[in-house]
């Protein structure tokens, strides 16, 4: 792999994620990785990360210096620039010249690899305090702007080179260029890395854990969980048995993609739970956000276990015995997790995770080590219909917590009515892949006066919330088109009854989350 040594920030994700799109696989390491580590993971090629600090400071996030005697290429990212530049001899200083934000730069020196058939003058994303202002020894100076004279530098004997900018953001306007330039013009690493890849990879090692055990996987209507079950179906066939829980707290027509279309286009063995009634019984008389989330969460566990002690008992009777379970971990979760810094749990999220004790399975991960977008591509690969591949982020709890007020079968129809219609006019103005996710909320608990034909109603107002995001963590409303909001407001409050009211969310998070509830 390429290492993305992270120094901090979130520059690192970006910075992997990239090194992907170019085709070569990566990896992130903490900055305290040891050479000797670095050295047992067999890097084609190593990049520094920027990050919050200044090289001076205090308790700034030091590198082990034996990791540039590896031999191993290195590229040197804002931070990781300095940090290079600092560790082999030469001169970080504070200028007093700080750069942020969008900054015109001069390449000095084309002929190098690393800057191989850049623009001599070009705009490049800047922020940092510090900067180089004497390269180590041997180097060469490559770019510099007005207030930094040495803005890009390289050993190409010894294969080290850095950027005092940002290539890994869009705003660099050849930033990838000078990514793909090191890793395949400096570093000499072939771009031969894809899904195709990743697809037959991992076949390979979950056949290698599973041999001809029995795994169970949970499908809950999103991507993760559908490409991790395909995944593992390819390479174990009917080893494998899907649940998909019916809590009833679904959308429009999520349950008839799930048992028709994926298991027309995987061929996955699936048994469906029916526990409709069963939610609306625990969940009957409770309001409290926070009560329903508990709710829903301990019956689907409930649920879930129940069909997998079933299904255990069943492979029993065939002399057989199911010790896997899949899960649709991505790898966000793994380098935040292993991160280890506690964010605060502002809501109780709940996934298929927190089986109890007596039902012990080993975990098949086999999304571990990539990406959202990564997944996406690997879904449509093989096949997955674009519905489930493409869909946005649903939360567990589904319409449960998109109720405010106590959740009713006629109140659940109600919207999942509301629901269709926004979704669909959202996708006929091909607006999916520019919002981020629109919850439609009923306000259940509210009613308000409105005027139908010639009688006047008392129903209830719902609520619009399209956000755009990058992650979930912050948020901004999205600013439809008004003809876009008329139209769904007139198509809402004609084709619901007990709806006579639309509104729109403008309230950006933080201040309020993106659910309601
Ligand atoms: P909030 O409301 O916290 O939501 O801004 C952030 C993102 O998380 C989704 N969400 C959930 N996803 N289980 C999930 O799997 C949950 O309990 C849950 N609650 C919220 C929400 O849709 C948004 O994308």
Redesign the pocket.
Same mark, same amino acid.
């Given at each position: 792999p390429v290492l993305v040594v992270d120094f901090g920030a979130q520059y690192a994700q970006l910075i992997a994620r990239r090194v992907r799109e170019a085709s070569v696989y990566s990896e992130i390491v903490p900055f305290s990785v040891t050479a000797a580590e670095i050295a047992a993971k067999n890097p084609v090629g190593i990049v520094l990360s920027g990050g919050p600090s200044s090289v001076y400071e205090e308790g700034a996030p030091q590198l082990d210096a034996g990791i540039f005697d590896l031999g191993v290429p290195v590229l040197g990212i804002c931070y990781g620039f300095q940090v290079m530049a600092s560790t082999l001899g030469g001169q970080v200083a504070r200028t007093g010249a700080r750069e942020y934000g969008s900054t015109p730069v001069s390449v000095t020196d084309a002929g190098n690899a690393l800057l191989s058939g850049q623009p001599a003058d070009q705009t490049v994303w800047m922020s940092h305090g510090d900067s180089v202002a004497q390269a180590p020894d041997g180097f060469t100076v490559l770019a510099s702007t007005s207030s930094t004279p040495v803005a890009a530098f390289a050993n190409d004997e010894r294969r080290l080179y850095g950027v005092q900018w940002h290539p890994e953001v869009k705003h660099s306007e050849h930033g990838q260029h000078v990514l793909e330039n090191f890793l395949h013009r400096a570093a000499g690493i072939p771009a031969d890395w894809n899904s195709g890849n990743v697809i037959a990879d991992q076949v390979e090692r979950i056949r290698a854990q599973v041999g001809d055990g029995r795994v169970i996987c949970g499908l809950s209507g999103g991507v993760d969980s559908a490409v991790a079950a395909a995944l593992v179906h390819k390479a174990v066939g009917d080893q494998l048995v899907c649940v998909f829980v019916d809590h009833g707290l679904l959308r429009q027509d999520e349950r008839r993609q799930v048992e028709e279309d994926y298991v027309k286009a995987t061929g996955v063995r699936l048994v469906t739970i029916d526990a409709r009634a069963q939610f609306l019984d625990a969940l009957a008389g409770v309001s409290d956000p926070e009560q329903k989330?508990k709710i829903i969460g301990r019956e689907f566990i409930r649920s879930f276990e129940q069909a997998a002690a079933d299904l255990v008992l069943e492979a029993k009777s065939e002399g057989g015995e199911i010790r896997f379970l899949v899960q649709g971990t991505l790898y966000p979760d793994v380098v935040e997790s292993g991160g280890g810094s506690g964010t605060a749990n !502002?809501?109780?999220?709940?996934?298929v995770g927190g089986l109890p004790e007596d039902l012990q399975f080993e975990l098949v991960e086999p999304l571990r080590t990539l990406f959202k977008d990564e997944v996406r591509a690997i879904g449509s690969q093989l096949g997955l219909p674009e519905e489930i591949v493409q869909r946005q982020?649903?939360?567990?709890?589904g319409l449960g !917590?998109r109720i405010v007020g106590e959740i009713t079968q006629d109140r659940l129809d109600l919207l999942r009515q509301a629901d269709a219609i926004v979704r669909e006019e959202l996708s006929a103005a091909g607006l999916d892949r520019d919002i981020?996710?629109c919850?439609v909320v009923l306000l259940a608990d509210v009613r308000s006066v409105g005027v139908q034909g010639d009688s006047r109603t008392y129903g209830h107002p719902i609520v619009l919330r399209p956000v755009s995001s990058e992650d979930?963590m912050t948020?901004d409303w999205t600013r439809l088109p008004y003809d876009l909001l008329a139209k769904i407001s007139n198509r809402i409050t004609n084709e619901v009854a007990e709806v006579n009211r639309v509104v729109l969310d403008v309230t950006s998070?933080p201040p309020g989350? !993106?659910?309601w509830e």
């Open positions: 989330r !502002i809501k109780s999220h709940h996934n982020p649903f939360p567990g709890p !917590i981020w996710q919850p979930a948020a998070k989350t !993106i659910e």
